[in-house]
Structure formats: structure tokens, C-alpha cells
């Protein structure tokens, strides 16, 4: 099949230039401002001081900054150290036959349901805040599981609609 070079370019344009003026621009104007000493961040660029590589200097130089960075890499180090050792360990368990290995699968992976059930729950129900004036009317939305043919709520469509519904007033 042909590559017709204009399409790819009319879908990969817009993505770009969105993600230079989202990402991209912001982190090249911070680095050029990091010269300048600057009094608010809303400053025009006349009122622009330079400073050149003062401003790292006096970073450098303070004692907190260097404390934090130091503190940052043992964090970093160990705290991936000690996940990453668990989770190999838990791995090298589950894949070497244990009892109730789906039971324990799905004992580690529960935290990344609930909280996304919780989320869904939170989002759909009524506001039970007497103080709240605007409370979203409820949105329960059901799915049915193919194997259980039960109802249960499903989360991502839940969260979708939950964005979706009007506010209804308390008075």
C-alpha cells in the first residue's frame, strides 16, 4: 500500500505544533527566564534584569537546595531498589506455582481497581453535603458481564458520563 505523505503530515502536524506549544515552549521560555531575575512572572521583558549564571550560583550555593537533591537520589535509589525487589520477588512466586495463584494475582493487583471503583462511585453519586449548592444529579451506568450476565457498574463509562451530566440545583 502507497504512503500518501500529505495525509500523514495533515494528522502528525497538528499534534506537533500542539505538543511544542504545550510542552516544548514552556521549558525553553523557563530556561531563558532562569537568566533574568525577574520580580513577578507576569513582568514584561523590559523589566527584565540579567543576571547570566548568578541565579544557578546562588542555587548551588544553598545548603537546603543541595539537601534536597540529596534527599531526592536516596529516595530515588532506594525506594526503587526496595519496589523493584518486591516486585521481582512477588513475580518469581506467582510464576513458580504457588497455591491460589489466581487468588493472590488478584490480591496484588486489587489497589488499581479500587481505586478507580472508588473514583467511579465518587463521581456518580449525589453530593451529601448540606453546604454544597450544586449537586451532580446521579448517573449509575450499567454493563453486563458476558460470563455472569449480572450488571455491574463500569467504571470508565461511569467517569464518561459523570462528565457529561448536567448539574441539577439543591434548593
Known amino acids: 500500500m502507497k504512503k500518501n505523505k500529505t495525509m500523514i503530515a495533515a494528522f502528525a502536524l497538528p499534534a506537533t505544533i500542539l505538543f511544542v506549544l504545550i510542552f516544548v515552549y514552556p521549558v525553553i521560555r523557563t530556561v531563558f527566564m532562569s537568566f533574568f531575575s525577574i520580580q513577578e512572572i507576569t513582568d514584561s521583558f523590559s523589566s527584565w534584569v540579567f543576571n547570566g549564571i548568578d541565579n544557578y550560583k546562588a542555587l548551588m550555593g544553598n545548603a537546603l537546595y543541595r539537601t534536597s537533591w540529596i534527599n531526592l537520589l536516596k529516595i530515588f535509589f532506594l525506594g526503587g531498589a526496595i519496589t523493584l525487589g518486591v516486585s521481582l520477588l512477588l513475580a518469581a512466586i506467582l510464576?513458580?506455582?504457588?497455591?491460589?495463584?489466581?487468588?493472590?494475582?488478584?490480591?496484588?493487583?486489587?489497589?488499581?481497581?479500587?481505586?478507580?471503583?472508588?473514583?467511579?462511585?465518587?463521581?456518580?453519586?449525589?453530593?451529601?453535603?448540606?453546604?454544597?449548592?450544586?449537586?451532580?444529579?446521579?448517573?449509575?451506568?450499567?454493563?453486563?458481564?458476558?460470563?455472569?450476565?449480572r450488571p455491574f457498574i463500569s467504571t470508565p463509562a461511569a467517569l464518561a458520563a459523570r462528565s457529561f451530566t448536567p448539574f441539577t440545583s439543591v434548593t
Not at 117 to 124: C, D, E, I, Q, S
Request: hydrophobic share 45%.
Open 95 to 149: 510464576k513458580s506455582g504457588v497455591k491460589l495463584k489466581g487468588f493472590w494475582q488478584a490480591v496484588i493487583y486489587m489497589p488499581n481497581i479500587i481505586s478507580a471503583v472508588a473514583m467511579a462511585t465518587m463521581l456518580t453519586l449525589p453530593s451529601l453535603s448540606e453546604t454544597s449548592k450544586i449537586t451532580p444529579s446521579p448517573s449509575f451506568v450499567f454493563s453486563w458481564s458476558p460470563k455472569s450476565r
